[in-house]
């Protein structure tokens, strides 16, 4: 038994390291483009890169950018959530207009944001806000509707006071949707950023990947868009973690336990 879980947890690292193995053999052996190079070569080039202060800049600038913007879309969409949770005539009111900018791609205000602010930081933190404004404020209105009238009416019957009645039932109803809110928030914020620094010139590492493309410098490129997904599975895992310790008591993660 413990032999089957043990292949069971390797099984994504097996798929990886043929993944690799596989790219790396049709790369040498010329069945893929010279574009595209081997991915030894690729780790090597990101290896020489690592202590370079065009590196460390980029990549400081791209993180502080995705920080400010998925704080910004969290906070955004987490009052936004609430307010037409609680309130149902205010998403009867904007229903639709939200359903709208839901859908409509925040690249598409590149140009008049390219206008109004310039190739600059701020035009890629209010792109990747308003990318990562959604998925929280959709999930948390999802979790405030979704409280049970049940315990609801429990609260009442034991006679907690409004605030109680939040901090004990609505916001442990609300957490899971939260916490699942911002991990694709996380991800949205992430590849918006990068997008507009390689669309629009922002600094930042997607610039970088971008002038090593203009410039046929392909193992660096390939080795930042390495760095850019490594720096997503780290994101991703840290807020698995942050949301495993803070919801604990939660039934999902009580059976994931047993």
């Known amino acids: 038994m413990k032999r089957r879980s043990w292949l069971v947890r390797s099984l994504p690292w097996i798929t990886t390291l043929a993944i690799i193995t596989l790219q790396e053999i049709l790369a040498r052996t010329g069945v893929l483009p010279n574009v595209i190079p081997p991915f030894t070569e690729t780790v090597a080039a990101g290896w020489m890169m690592l202590p370079t202060d065009v590196f460390l800049t980029g990549l400081g600038q791209m993180l502080q950018q995705f920080a400010i913007s998925l704080a910004l879309g969290i906070g955004a969409g987490v009052v936004l959530g609430i307010l037409i949770g609680v309130a149902p005539v205010l998403n009867q009111l904007f229903r639709y207009v939200l359903e709208f900018l839901r859908f409509t791609p925040s690249v598409v205000y590149i140009p008049i944001l390219l206008l109004l602010m310039g190739a600059r930081p701020p035009v890629a933190i209010t792109l990747a806000a308003i990318g990562s404004t959604w998925p929280v404020l959709y999930q948390t209105y999802y979790g405030v509707v979704g409280v049970s009238p049940i315990l609801k009416d429990t609260g009442r019957v034991f006679g907690l006071s409004r605030a109680q009645q939040i901090r004990s039932i609505t916001i442990p109803s609300v957490s899971p949707f939260l916490a699942t809110g911002i991990r694709i928030a996380a991800a949205h914020a992430l590849i918006i950023v990068v997008a ?63």
């Open 196 to 258: 507009v620094q390689i669309i629009a010139a922002v600094p930042g590492t997607g610039r970088d990947i971008q002038n090593y493309a203009e410039n046929g410098v392909f193992p660096r490129m390939y080795a930042l868009i390495l760095v850019v997904g490594i720096i997503g599975l780290i994101i991703n895992g840290l807020l698995e973690l942050l949301e495993r310790r803070q919801l604990h008591w939660h039934a999902s993660y009580r059976e994931k336990q047993a």
